[in-house]
Structures are given as C-alpha cells and as structure tokens.
C-alpha cells in the first residue's frame, strides 16, 4: 500500500499537470481503499438480500454493516497515510516509527478509556468510539451508542485532511537535487 517517496513525488508532479488521476498505481492509497470500501459493501448487500431468506436477515444490518465499515475505513485510511507521510519525512526507518507512533496513539487511547470508565460505562464507551474503532461493534449499547462512533470518524476525517495537507506540503516542496542543480 505504501508508495516509495520517489515516485509518489513523480506522480504529484504528473498529477498537477494533469497527466495521471487519483487512481494511479503510484499514487497515495486512499482512493483505493475508499473503492475497494464501497466493492465490500456492494458484496456485503449481494450477499445478505441473497440469503435473506435462508438466514435471519433485518434492514437495520445493512445499515449497522455500513456504519462499521465506515468507521473501519476512516481509521485505516488514516493509519496508512500517517504512515505514508512518515515515508517522506527523513526519519530512519519510517514505517516502523509511524507503526510505533500508531501504537502509542492507541496505547494513549486506551488509558484515556479506562480513565473515562471511572465516570461509568457510558463515558468508557463515548470515548472508545471517538479514539477508536473498536466501539462500533459493541452490540450490547443498541444503535443509539454510535453516534459517538460518528463524531469519532469525523474527528478522524479531519485528522485525515490535516495529513493530506501534510503529505501536499511534502510533495509541494522543490526537491533538493534541483536546487543544487540550478546553483
């Protein structure tokens, strides 16, 4: 999924002359994952009114399958762009660093969880929704409790706009070769 500095570079220059598209192998994943989201889903649907008769189907699963795999989506779209955006920082070892940074981001989240479980489930249970996407496919809270999963996922919509801008920046930025090249 992860796209070599050089040429996810070669492709933001092509791109801004509008050579290639989004959906270019060399690209940043997210187009990708938002259309292999929306194929799982299409499939999910096929499979489920195909069956509806042989399994226990309700509508309320359509939508309860969407807004997990919404909430999935946005968390592991955000996970592999952080780690993108580390690729082309200069950091030794990128991929590990942003693995580790993601493992103390939910090391932190879930403190933040088991501190907001001391004011009683409800607050354990907003706060895994916003910080993660585990909350989602807790149950037993009925339909009501996702709203939090909601905010949560525009929380994290936002964060991924903040790492797009990120990685622009990056890409934006004249490369050092050239500059010495012209000097």
Not at 70 to 96: D, H, K, M, N, S
Request: hydrophobic share 55%; proline share 4%; net charge positive.
């Amino acid at each position: 999924m992860m796209t070599p500095p050089e040429r996810l570079k070669v492709w933001w220059r092509a791109r801004s002359e509008g050579t290639v598209g989004m959906f270019s192998e060399d690209g940043l994943p997210w187009p990708w994952l938002v259309l292999s989201a929306a194929v799982a889903y299409g499939l999910m649907v096929w499979g489920l009114l195909a069956w509806r008769f042989a399994l226990d189907f309700h509508f309320w699963s359509l939508r309860m399958g969407g807004l997990q795999l919404a909430v999935v989506l946005v968390f592991v779209t955000r996970e592999i762009l952080f780690i993108q955006w580390c690729t082309l920082t200069r950091l030794r070892q990128p991929v590990l660093k942003g693995f580790l940074f993601l493992c103390l981001y939910y090391a932190a989240a879930g403190v933040a969880v088991a501190l907001s479980g001391i004011s009683g489930d409800a607050a354990a249970m907003a706060a895994l929704n916003l910080l993660t996407p585990t909350g989602v496919f807790q149950t037993t809270f009925g339909w009501g409790h996702n709203s939090a999963s909601l905010y949560g996922g525009a929380l994290q919509a936002g964060v991924i706009g903040l790492i797009l801008v990120a990685i622009s920046n990056r890409l934006g930025r004249p490369s050092l070769v050239a500059a010495v090249s012209e000097g």
